[in-house]
């Protein structure tokens, strides 16, 4: 029988329920276009459930929040109390059976370990997991724990589960140090359950700023929404002379210091700027204090200052001793901490043999979603080195964690190591598995200022223009994908499309029987994908680089495992119109016709008869693509580069390119618009380009 549902239960507090449903839906949403997450006890119908509100808006699910829940820890007591066990197990059953019939799959996250009560026990959850028929996950927080008790508690939840007839799908022993893992790995070898181990990953357990801010009611005073996802990796409370304190100051510490204190806050300030002092994470002023108007006026006269300063009323021992008990929250916005959490349960999971073993419904729709995840499963699991030449672009940097915590691909990036470094950690970041080069000082630069000479002398290039131009990081960083010192590189977020594509076209240079460079947007709608080309390269084909467009267009398609149905768009559909443009359009699909016969192309068509079957049956009735178009050439620039963006900003879609075709090694381009988002997908793309080479 098809696996409908997965029911996730964890028997101890703090097992990292929300991250292993995390890496659950991540898995499901790469494969079903629609997914439910249900949880059938909240704590409060009067409270919303932060774990149901992170799946809603993480995972852009179509549900209402009053339909993933089913009751609240009340109603269940009182059921339970006047003895209708049985009436709530109904309801239960008619709430999840409702979802089931409607989505694809349905994900639910077991009552959580503080819910449980007198009146409320655990075997609740697996008689619910029972009358729902969904296959159980464990989970085992394995900290502080002895393999021995790990290895009872694995043989309990297994027991206890199947006794009462369900069926176990996997269990995830999470929180592991080194030696638990490397000791549980030899003696559960041959055991006969799926078993995942995953280690303790320490900073998934810190503050946050935004968790700082929660625990603490504080008021900021100076933050930016990009710093909310600091982490707080100490607390420090700055009762000690400025001299004294600074000695104790650690990197990424949370200071606590009353606002009057304006030589200790000072000297912070001043360790921010110093490379001799460690990076703090924020400051806390307790109460009730603001900082004297000068201290704020020195404040705005500083260039990048990031650090978030708050305010709380209460005293500093009541600050401190709140920040104690503090706990930490995977929260939607919490982005370096999703990252990293995911990276650990890809690298950790088989992926492979858990999609195996969920039953996916047969669909055609492809979601936004769906092909994001795609890419970033693909591109992990043949792994690249993509270089970026802009690392004193903020959203380069931010982007480069993001990609290196989910292991999408290698970072390198170029610039003057100590400053890429102190930017980072001043931004609260974590660049430290990056590869960084200084292009103007590398080893590298005069070999490969001498390979580009010889490479373009009989061009007029002078050797001093060759070393001139490595002293640039478009020309360096790819002669390093020229070299195979790198596989790919991404640039454009500062530069013009020019200075990315023009230092590719004398060293990369294209492919074996293509004449011409050109480029896509994968249009992510929101239940298609479709390819849009040429909208950012050539201004004005010709007939013939038409065709090699298409051509282009569509092999790129079907390599990101796309079905090409290629549509020449004009403004006549068929023969219908005559004219120069319209002309060209029905010379290129006769030359792609010849060139590569199995191809399914149709035009000149217009758009609306492209991609519209109802249109489609109209105007071109016989056609394999008409109405169902996937690949659409556009004629020209103008017409390419408005309709993409037309049709992003007014429909909501997702739209992920440039992506240049035709080099002979992956070189992209990007947006001088463009967002962190647009980075990390444009370099999944650009490593996954690189793995087909």
Same mark, same amino acid.
């Given at each position: 029988?098809?696996?409908?549902?997965?029911?996730?239960?964890?028997?101890?507090?703090?097992?990292?329920?929300?991250?292993?449903?995390?890496?659950?839906?991540?898995?499901?949403?790469?494969?079903?276009?629609?997914?439910?997450?249900?949880?059938?006890?909240?704590?409060?119908?009067?409270?919303?459930?932060?774990?149901?509100?992170?799946?809603?808006?993480?995972?852009?699910?179509?549900?209402?929040?009053?339909?993933?829940?089913?009751?609240?820890?009340?109603?269940?007591?009182?059921?339970?109390?006047?003895?209708?066990?049985?009436?709530?197990?109904?309801?239960?059953?008619?709430?999840?059976?409702?979802?089931?019939?409607?989505?694809?799959?349905?994900?639910?996250?077991?009552?959580?370990?503080?819910?449980?009560?007198?009146?409320?026990?655990?075997?609740?959850?697996?008689?619910?997991?029972?009358?729902?028929?969904?296959?159980?996950?464990n989970i085992v927080n394995a900290k502080n724990k002895t393999i021995a008790d790990i290895h009872d508690d694995i043989l309990i939840e297994n027991e206890n589960s199947t006794f009462q007839?369900?069926?176990?799908?996997?269990?995830?022993?999470?929180?592991?140090?080194?030696?638990?893992?490397? *000791?549980?790995?030899?003696?559960?070898?041959?055991?006969?359950?799926?078993?995942?181990?995953?280690?303790?990953?320490?900073?998934?357990?810190?503050?946050?700023?935004?968790?700082?801010?929660?625990?603490?009611?504080?008021?900021?005073?100076?933050?930016?929404?990009?710093?909310?996802?600091?982490?707080?990796?100490?607390?420090?409370?700055?009762?000690?002379?400025?001299?004294?304190?600074?000695?104790?100051?650690?990197?990424?510490?949370?200071?606590?210091?009353?606002?009057?204190?304006?030589?200790?806050?000072?000297?912070?300030?001043?360790?921010?700027?110093?490379?001799?002092?460690?990076?703090?994470?924020?400051?806390?002023?307790?109460?009730?204090?603001?900082?004297?108007?000068?201290?704020?006026?020195?404040?705005?006269?500083?260039?990048?200052?990031?650090?978030?300063?708050?305010?709380?009323?209460?005293?500093?021992?009541?600050?401190?001793?709140?920040?104690?008990?503090?706990?930490?929250?995977?929260?939607?916005?919490?982005?370096?901490?999703?990252?990293l959490a995911l990276g650990l349960f890809n690298s950790s999971v088989d992926i492979e043999a858990i999609e195996k073993k969920i039953a996916t419904v047969v669909s055609t729709v492809l979601?936004?979603?769906?092909?994001?995840?795609?890419?970033?499963?693909?591109?992990?699991?043949?792994?690249?080195?993509?270089?970026?030449?802009?690392?004193?672009?903020?959203?380069?940097?931010?982007?480069?964690?993001?990609?290196?915590?989910?292991?999408?691909?290698?970072?390198?990036?170029?610039?003057?190591?100590?400053?890429?470094?102190?930017?980072?950690?001043?931004?609260?970041?974590?660049?430290?598995?990056?590869?960084?080069?200084?292009?103007?000082?590398?080893?590298?630069?005069?070999?490969?200022?001498?390979?580009?000479?010889?490479?373009?002398?009989?061009?007029?290039?002078?050797?001093?223009?060759?070393?001139?131009?490595?002293?640039?990081?478009?020309?360096?960083?790819?002669?390093?994908?020229?070299?195979?010192?790198?596989?790919?590189?991404?640039?454009?977020?500062?530069?013009?499309?020019?200075?990315?594509?023009?230092?590719?076209?004398?060293?990369?240079?294209?492919?074996?029987?293509?004449?011409?460079?050109?480029?896509?947007?994968?249009?992510?709608?929101?239940?298609?994908?479709?390819?849009?080309?040429?909208? *950012?390269?050539?201004?004005?084909?010709?007939?013939?680089?038409?065709?090699?467009?298409?051509?282009?267009?569509?092999?790129?398609?079907?390599?990101?495992?796309?079905?090409?149905?290629?549509?020449?768009?004009?403004?006549?559909?068929?023969?219908?119109?005559?004219?120069?443009?319209?002309?060209?359009?029905?010379?290129?699909?006769?030359?792609?016709?010849?060139?590569?016969?199995?191809?399914?192309?149709?035009?000149?068509?217009?758009?609306?008869?492209?991609?519209?079957?109802?249109?489609?049956?109209?105007?071109?009735?016989?056609?394999?693509?008409?109405?169902? *178009?996937?690949?659409?050439?556009?004629?020209?620039?103008?017409?390419?580069?408005?309709?993409?963006?037309?049709?992003?900003?007014?429909?909501?879609?997702?739209?992920?390119?440039?992506?240049?075709?035709?080099?002979?090694?992956?070189?992209?381009?990007?947006?001088?618009?463009?967002?962190?988002?647009?980075?990390?997908?444009?370099?999944?793309?650009?490593?996954?380009?690189?793995?087909?080479?």
């Amino acid at each position: 029988m098809k696996i409908k549902s997965l029911y996730i239960s964890a028997q101890e507090k703090n097992a990292g329920t929300l991250f292993i449903s995390m890496g659950m839906m991540e898995i499901l949403k790469r494969n079903m276009p629609h997914v439910a997450f249900f949880r059938p006890v909240i704590y409060s119908k009067h409270i919303e459930d932060g774990d149901i509100n992170f799946m809603l808006n993480r995972y852009n699910l179509e549900m209402d929040y009053k339909d993933c829940y089913g009751f609240d820890i009340e109603y269940v007591e009182n059921m339970i109390a006047n003895n209708k066990t049985d009436q709530l197990m109904n309801e239960f059953i008619t709430k999840f059976k409702k979802l089931e019939d409607k989505y694809d799959f349905v994900l639910v996250e077991g009552i959580r370990h503080s819910f449980l009560t007198s009146t409320i026990n655990f075997d609740l959850n697996i008689k619910i997991a029972q009358n729902f028929g969904s296959p159980i996950i464990n989970i085992v927080n394995a900290k502080n724990k002895t393999i021995a008790d790990i290895h009872d508690d694995i043989l309990i939840e297994n027991e206890n589960s199947t006794f009462q007839g369900c069926t176990h799908f996997a269990t995830f022993i999470n929180r592991l140090d080194d030696k638990q893992d490397e *000791a549980l790995k030899k003696k559960l070898n041959d055991y006969p359950l799926k078993i995942y181990f995953l280690k303790e990953v320490d900073e998934l357990g810190m503050l946050s700023i935004a968790d700082v801010i929660d625990s603490l009611d504080a008021i900021p005073i100076f933050l930016q929404p990009k710093d909310i996802t600091r982490i707080v990796r100490g607390i420090k409370v700055a009762a000690l002379t400025l001299n004294n304190f600074l000695d104790h100051v650690e990197e990424d510490d949370l200071v606590v210091v009353p606002a009057d204190r304006s030589d200790i806050i000072l000297g912070l300030f001043g360790a921010l700027y110093s490379k001799n002092y460690p990076n703090i994470s924020g400051i806390v002023f307790p109460f009730g204090m603001e900082a004297h108007p000068n201290i704020k006026k020195l404040i705005d006269g500083l260039n990048s200052f990031s650090i978030p300063i708050l305010s709380v009323d209460d005293d500093t021992y009541m600050t401190a001793n709140k920040l104690s008990k503090a706990q930490a929250r995977l929260r939607v916005t919490s982005e370096r901490k999703i990252a990293l959490a995911l990276g650990l349960f890809n690298s950790s999971v088989d992926i492979e043999a858990i999609e195996k073993k969920i039953a996916t419904v047969v669909s055609t729709v492809l979601t936004p979603m769906m092909f994001e995840y795609k890419l970033f499963e693909r591109a992990r699991l043949n792994k690249k080195r993509i270089v970026l030449p802009e690392s004193n672009d903020e959203r380069i940097l931010r982007a480069a964690e993001i990609i290196l915590r989910r292991e999408v691909a290698d970072i390198t990036l170029l610039g003057n190591s100590e400053k890429i470094t102190e930017t980072y950690l001043r931004l609260g970041l974590d660049l430290s598995k990056a590869t960084i080069i200084d292009h103007h000082t590398s080893n590298l630069r005069k070999e490969f200022a001498e390979i580009f000479y010889e490479m373009r002398k009989e061009k007029g290039l002078t050797l001093q223009a060759a070393e001139d131009a490595m002293t640039h990081g478009n020309y360096f960083a790819t002669m390093m994908v020229h070299l195979g010192h790198v596989d790919g590189m991404v640039s454009g977020a500062i530069g013009s499309t020019g200075e990315t594509i023009r230092p590719a076209l004398q060293i990369i240079k294209t492919k074996p029987n293509i004449s011409i460079v050109s480029s896509v947007f994968f249009m992510c709608l929101k239940k298609e994908v479709l390819v849009y080309g040429d909208c *950012a390269v050539n201004q004005d084909p010709n007939a013939e680089e038409l065709a090699q467009i298409a051509i282009s267009s569509a092999e790129t398609a079907q390599a990101f495992g796309l079905e090409a149905k290629i549509a020449m768009l004009s403004y006549s559909t068929g023969e219908s119109g005559s004219g120069i443009d319209v002309d060209k359009v029905r010379e290129a699909t006769k030359i792609v016709k010849n060139k590569k016969p199995n191809l399914l192309i149709d035009g000149p068509i217009q758009y609306d008869a492209a991609v519209n079957k109802k249109v489609a049956s109209t105007k071109l009735p016989d056609s394999k693509v008409a109405g169902e *178009a996937t690949v659409l050439i556009f004629p020209d620039l103008n017409t390419g580069n408005n309709t993409y963006k037309a049709v992003q900003r007014s429909s909501g879609a997702v739209a992920i390119g440039p992506i240049l075709q035709g080099l002979k090694k992956p070189i992209n381009d990007l947006s001088r618009g463009c967002s962190v988002s647009d980075i990390v997908n444009t370099v999944a793309i650009t490593a996954i380009q690189a793995g087909q080479d």
